[in-house]
Every structure is written in C-alpha cells, then in structure tokens.
C-alpha cells in the first residue's frame, strides 16, 4: 500500500487545517491508520490513530480536544482536521499504517509498516 499525505500550509494561531491521508495499491480494510508529526532534530511524536474496521480512534493528551481523526470509506482516505492550532503544532505532519490493528499498540513509529511522505504544517504567532 502507498500513503499520499497532503493538506499542510501556514496558517496562524487559533486557525485549522485539515489533513488527508490517501491510500493506494490497497483498500485500508482492517489497517490501523496513524498520524505523527516530527520536528528536525526531535523524534518523531504521535499525534493520533483510528482503527479502520470500527472507527476507534487515540489522541496524543496534546492535541485531545482539537484535533479529530476521522475515514472515509468511500474514499479510502484519513483525515486529520486540527483546530485552535498553536506555534507548538509546527511540525512535518506523516500518515503511517499497519495492516491488523495492534491492540494496546499504535502509538510508536515501530508499530507501523507503512509511511507517506510528510505534509508541513506552519503555526504563525
């Protein structure tokens, strides 16, 4: 499976964006579909997951409240819609997948078998 990650840009404090994560080669079925975000110079962070077969979904605590995860199934696509975005959310923003869901998992890069390119998302103060 491919992953396209796409929807970042500059945007000021307090605003959103939405970011997509797009699959090919392979519909998502029983994936675990990840979010994390990375800083040069810092580890890669996870942001956020969502379980494709149920809809369950994880939040990192710094994004609770602000960011949703959402699937399309038509579209085999995920979303990432962050709102209230603040300077600290700048990052490159990269989706990731695994194909079984990893109970009590999902949360480190390691659990993941597949990455799309990152996205850049700009927070102004």
């Known amino acids: 499976v491919q992953l396209q990650a796409s929807g970042g840009g500059l945007v000021q404090t307090g605003g959103s964006l939405r970011l997509s994560c797009a699959a090919s080669?392979?519909?998502?079925?029983?994936?675990?579909i990840g979010w994390f975000r990375q800083v040069p110079g810092k580890e890669r962070d996870f942001v956020s997951a969502?379980?494709?077969?149920?809809?369950?979904?994880m939040y990192a605590d710094s994004v609770k409240g602000r960011f949703t995860i959402s699937r399309d199934r038509a579209k085999n696509t995920v979303y990432l819609q962050m709102n209230s975005l603040k300077p600290d959310d700048t990052a490159a923003y990269y989706c990731?997948?695994?194909?079984?869901?990893?109970?009590?998992?999902?949360?480190?890069?390691?659990?993941?078998?597949?990455w799309g390119q990152g996205t850049l998302v700009t927070v102004s103060s």
């Open positions: 990731a997948g695994r194909s079984r869901w990893l109970v009590g998992g999902m949360s480190k890069p390691d659990d993941y078998d597949y």
């Open positions: 080669g392979s519909s998502f079925s029983n994936y675990g």
């Open positions: 969502i379980r494709w077969s149920t809809g369950m979904t």
